[in-house]
């Protein structure tokens, strides 16, 4: 069954409600959101009617709470803990962001594994899986899922062996709550082609197993295989391209897991800009490319 939806806007006065809505309006079965804003840690409080209403809403709609994801923010960083109180700040709010998820009542949330800085990548993956056997430890009903990165900078997470390296530090009890997101950019700016996609996951297979795959990012990307920039393209516009994403999208060993979109607004101008995901949702539905951008 194919699972599909995207990033949506967490809004302060429609939150969870907010998120079900814009994405049935995408037609989504799946969807994607922050808590809050991307950039800072700034939260507010959850309201549990709208909470309550948009799991109704899912309900009604077959929305399974499995297909959707909570994307903790881009500032919290495991990888480097030169400075003590900045790592213990970050490992503190991935603990609340994981509260948050559980009252919200979903279950998968997306981490970016960090950047090492000043450090080492060594260094930097027992950092990370020191900061989640500190945030996991007595945490239940969470799934957190290790993004597979591009490899900007000094990010660790942009290969197979430093998602391994991480898992395999993991505690027993922790081990059991760590899976991993996949994003079809990320792995292209890595240094994959995402025609050998399928050996790719033979290499996921044989060193982490299949089983941990638990949601795949669907983005084109605007530059080269080990290109290491991490710019996401509309999908079939990019150097990807239409046809080695559909093999992705619709590859029988991913079958059920959410797939999720993470391209860009459009921008024609000022005031016309929009969100593509229902056009791109669409043409994933009918494995067909419409130039609905140059329409
Ligand atoms: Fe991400
Ligand atoms: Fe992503
Ligand atoms: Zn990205």
């Not at 062996?161 to 922790?174: A, F, S």
């Not at 050998?196 to 982490?208: G, V």
């Amino acid at each position: 069954m194919l699972y599909i939806g995207s990033h949506t806007s967490y809004l302060k006065d429609k939150q969870l409600l907010g998120v079900v809505e814009e994405s049935l309006s995408y037609n989504s079965n799946a969807f994607m959101f922050y808590t809050g804003s991307n950039q800072s840690t700034l939260r507010f409080p959850i309201n549990h009617e709208l909470r309550d209403k948009a799991h109704a809403l899912m309900k009604e709609n077959n929305i399974d709470k499995r297909n959707c994801i909570v994307h903790a923010p881009f500032i919290i960083n495991l990888a480097n803990d030169s400075d003590e109180d900045k790592y213990n700040f970050y490992v503190n709010f991935l603990k609340n962001e994981i509260d948050r998820c559980i009252e919200l009542d979903i279950t998968k949330l997306v981490l970016h594994p960090g950047s090492y800085t000043n450090l080492d990548r060594q260094t930097g993956i027992e950092n990370i899986a020191k900061g989640l056997n500190q945030a996991l430890d007595d945490k239940e009903g969470i799934e957190l899922l290790l993004e597979y990165m591009s490899g900007k900078g000094t990010e660790v997470g942009s290969s197979i062996d430093d998602l391994k390296g991480i898992i395999d530090l993991l505690h027993e009890n922790v081990k059991d709550k760590v899976f991993v997101c996949l994003d079809t950019c990320h792995i292209n700016d890595s240094g994959w082609d995402i025609k050998d996609f399928d050996k790719f996951l033979d290499e996921f297979d044989s060193k982490i197993g299949i089983n941990k795959i638990k949601c795949i990012h669907i983005n084109d990307s605007y530059n080269d295989v080990g290109s290491h920039k991490d710019r996401h393209a509309n999908f079939g516009y990019g150097t990807i391209g239409f046809d080695k994403l559909i093999n992705v999208v619709y590859n029988k060993r991913l079958d059920n897991i959410p797939k999720i979109l993470e391209t860009p607004w459009i921008n024609r101008n000022e005031k016309n800009t929009y969100a593509p995901y229902k056009f791109e949702i669409e043409m994933i539905r009918k494995k067909e490319f419409v130039d609905y951008i140059n329409l």
